[in-house]
């Protein structure tokens, strides 16, 4: 990546209407997807990994929407 392409991934975005519709799809489904597990899987530390990894997914995709996909190769 360049410095420039850099700075811009970093930079505050101000989310529009649409994309706080899209955070909120993605947030919906990632913590369906955590409840299920976590009503689903027995007490472990599988189960805990599972859910911080729902977490780690929601977090992606949020960035992945806030920057339009730029620094995707």
Known sequence: M???EI???MK???PTP???EKFQ???DAATAFAIAIDQNCPPSADRT????QCQDALMTANR???NDGAGYR
């Open 2 to 4: 360049t410095e420039q």
């Open 7 to 9: 700075t811009e991934i």
């Open 12 to 14: 505050y975005k101000a």
């Open 18 to 20: 649409e994309k706080l």
């Open 25 to 27: 799809v993605v947030r």
């Open 49 to 52: 990994a599972a859910v911080r």
């Open 64 to 66: 992945a929407i806030a």
